[in-house]
């Protein structure tokens, strides 16, 4: 139930999902949930959703658990999609509320599941296998100590008890490490070629939708890809925008149109809030690309309403924050969506 799925298993695929979403006090949006769920090819057709403090063994309420399952039930949904972070025992229990066969996916697994849709080159697919294998690790290690504690094999139908199966991730873990080093390696001394030859490394960041990739177009002269390609063996003709979360994963490099100075500007993968600080290092050697830059592009979508961008610029300030070295400079993007009146309030 809480398997990670394989690496080749085609998730989304238009399934009927119904959205659940608790939070402790206030008023529930299930907007960016929403808009998740759909970047991973569900359909949403359902939400259920609840202000209380957390139950330790259903998430939300018994009641509303059972209302959970009602909505499954009656829209005929295969997955639910929790935009809470659920234990192995919500999980479990929640799996027996459950119609028979409906899977159980929280957040995080949400946005493993859109990265492994987007991984195309050997380091983003990389980078997706360590995210999940930390992920699972200390469910294998909750699994395993239960069990040792209980002296019985498997935990409350959870699966076999495995000792070897943590030992396992720890060592699949260790060699993705080892070769995403040397990835990283490679990355740098490329950029201290680059900066050598007389470039400066822009980088785009910015939450995800926010228009780095539109924007690394218009700023992005023609490149010659086959021309460079000893030198710049990551340009790339398109860097894809859609109106979809995550649209981009790994990095695009391309060369600027300025008139002074050589630049070279790195389109890369959007943040998003709530995210775990494992999912975010299993992704540092794409985010190298921003904080090892010369200067940092933050780009923000300016038609949103202005709590929003409080909140999404705050998010891209606390994921740059610790490792980040260059300047960082905020860019209004989609001002043509606002008025002047509008636009001068958000400045
Ligand atoms: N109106 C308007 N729309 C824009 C502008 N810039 C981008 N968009 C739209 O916003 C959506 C997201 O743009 P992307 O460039 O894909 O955004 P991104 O930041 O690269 O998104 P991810 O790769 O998913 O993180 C697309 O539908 C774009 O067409 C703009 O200046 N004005
Ligand atoms: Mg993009």
Redesign the pocket.
């Known amino acids: 139930m809480d398997g990670s799925p394989t690496r080749d298993q085609v998730t989304g695929n238009g399934e009927r999902a119904v959205v659940a979403k608790r939070v402790d006090s206030g008023s529930v949006n299930t907007t960016e949930i929403r808009n998740l769920a759909r970047a991973a090819g569900y359909e949403v057709v359902a939400e259920v959703t609840q202000t209380r403090k957390e139950d330790p063994a259903t998430h939300v309420g018994e009641g509303k658990a059972e209302t959970l399952a009602a909505t499954v039930a009656r829209e005929d949904a295969t997955v639910v999609v929790f935009d809470n972070q659920l234990g192995p025992y919500q999980t479990y229990n929640l799996g027996n509320v459950l119609p028979e066969g409906v899977r159980l996916i929280d957040r995080f697994r949400l946005i493993l599941e859109i990265f492994g849709q987007r991984a195309r080159t050997r380091k983003a697919q990389l980078q997706v296998e360590l995210a999940e294998l930390r992920y699972e690790l200390p469910r294998a290690e909750a699994k395993a100590s239960l069990a040792r504690r209980d002296e019985r094999p498997g935990f409350m139908g959870l699966g076999e008890y495995d000792e070897s199966r943590e030992e396992d991730i720890k060592a699949q873990i260790s060699r993705i490490r080892d070769e995403l080093d040397r990835i990283e390696e490679t990355e740098q001394h490329r950029r201290e070629q680059r900066r050598e030859s007389g470039f400066d490394l822009v980088a785009l960041a910015?939450y995800?939708?926010?228009?780095?990739?539109?924007?690394l177009r218009r700023l992005a002269a023609d490149v010659n890809v086959d021309e460079n390609e000893d030198v710049h063996p990551d340009l790339d003709t398109t860097a894809e925008?859609?109106?979809?979360?995550?649209?981009?994963l790994g990095t695009t490099t391309r060369k600027a149109e300025m008139d002074q100075r050589d630049v070279l500007v790195t389109?890369t993968?959007?943040f998003i809030s709530d995210l775990p600080h494992w999912l975010v290092e299993s992704f540092k050697s794409t985010l190298d690309s921003v904080y090892r830059a010369d200067l940092v592009l933050l780009?923000v979508d300016v038609s949103e309403p202005i709590e929003e961008i409080r909140e999404k610029l705050v998010t891209s300030h606390d994921t740059l924050y610790e490792r980040n070295e260059a300047p960082i400079v905020t860019v209004l993007?989609?001002?043509?969506?606002v008025d002047d009146a509008e636009l001068r309030e958000k400045r």
């Open positions: 910015g995800t939708n926010a228009g780095k990739s539109t924007l925008s859609e109106d979809r979360l995550f649209t981009t389109d993968v959007g780009v993007n989609k001002t043509d969506r």
